[in-house]
C-alpha cells in the first residue's frame, strides 16, 4: 500500500516568542495547529493572538466539558409542516447550550469542538435521550409531537455500539421507535459505505426513521444513494434560499432537481430554511412533501412547542 504523510510545522523564535524551552514549546505547538486548519502540509511562525485564540478554545472546552453536569444544555425543537395537510408532522430537536456569562451559545460555535475532543458523543446522548424523553411527555400528555428528529454526529455514527445505545434509550424512555428519526450527513455515510450501510441497517431494524441532512452540498455518490436504506432527504437551506431570488430562469432548479430525484427513489422529500410564502408555494407546487424554516416558526423551548401542539390538536378536533 501506498502511504501519503504530509507534514505541518510551528515554529517559535528565542528570545522574542519565549524566554524558556517551555515555553517555546507552547508556542510552537499553538503555530502548529493554526499551520493544520490552514489545510496541513505547510508551516506558521508563532504570533501571540494565537495564543489568544488557544487560550479562548481552551476556556470554551473547558466550559463545555461542566455543561453537561452543570445542566446548561437544553433542546429546542422547530417544527416540520407537512405541505399537502398544513399539519405538523414532527419536529427537529436542536441543541442549545445557555451559559451563566456568556448567554446563548449557538451549535455552530461548540459542536465542531465538541467533535474534536470527544465530548460529542456524552453530548449525543444526551440529545438522544432528552428528545426521546420529551417526545415521550408529549405523548403521554395526549399532545400528537409525530416524528421527532436528532441530528448525529459523525463520530457518534462512527462509535461503536451506536445501535446498542440508540435501542437501551428507546427501551428507557419508552418511546415507540417510529416516532424517532436521526438526521445524518452525506459526508458520514459516503467516506465507508459498506461500513455505514451496515449501521444504517442496524438502526433502522430498530423502526426508527433515516434521513439525509443537508443534502446536496457534500459529495454523495447517486449509485450509493440507492442502495441506502434511508427515509428521507432534507434539502439543504442553500438550495432553498435560491427559491425566489429574481433570477428567473435557474431560480430553484436544483431543490426541484433534489426533489425528483428523492421521488424516483421513493424517499420523502423535506426543506429546510423555509422563509417566504414564495418558497412554501414552490415547493408545495413541485411535490415538496415537508417544510421547515422561519416561515412556520423558529425553533423554541419545549413549553413553547408544547402550546403548538396543544393549539394543533385544539383545530384537529374544530
Ligand atoms: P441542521 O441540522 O441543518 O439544522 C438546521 C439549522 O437551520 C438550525 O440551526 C436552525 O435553527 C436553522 N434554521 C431553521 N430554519 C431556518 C430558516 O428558515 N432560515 C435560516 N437561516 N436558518 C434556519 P442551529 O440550531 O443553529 O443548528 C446548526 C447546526 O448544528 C444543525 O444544522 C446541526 O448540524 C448542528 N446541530 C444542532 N443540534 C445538534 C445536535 O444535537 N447534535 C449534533 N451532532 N449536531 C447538532
Ligand atoms: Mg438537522
Ligand atoms: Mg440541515
Redesign the pocket.
Known sequence: KELYVTCSAGISLYPQDGPDVDTLLKNADAAMYRAKEHGRSNFQFYTSEMNERVNERLALENALRRALERQELA??Y?QKVSLKTGAIVGA?????WLHPEWGLV???RF?PLAEETGL?LR??EW?LREACRQARAWLGAGLQPGVVS????VR?FKQEGLIRTVSRILEETGLDPAQLEI?L?ESMVMGNVDAAIAVLQGLKQLGVALSV??FGTGYSSLSYLKDLPIDAL?I??SFVRDIGGGDEADEGVLAQAIISLGHALHLKVVA????TDAQMRFLRRHGCDEV????YG??VAPMAHAKLLESAKRKARR
Open positions: 433542546l429546542h422547530q427537529e430537536a436542536l441543541v442549545r449557538r451549535p455552530a459542536i460529542i453530548i449525543g440529545v436528532v441530528n448525529l454526529s457518534q438526521e450527513t441532512d443537508d432534507k439543504d437551506r429546510e430554511g423555509v422563509e421547515q424554516g422561519f416561515y423558529e425553533p
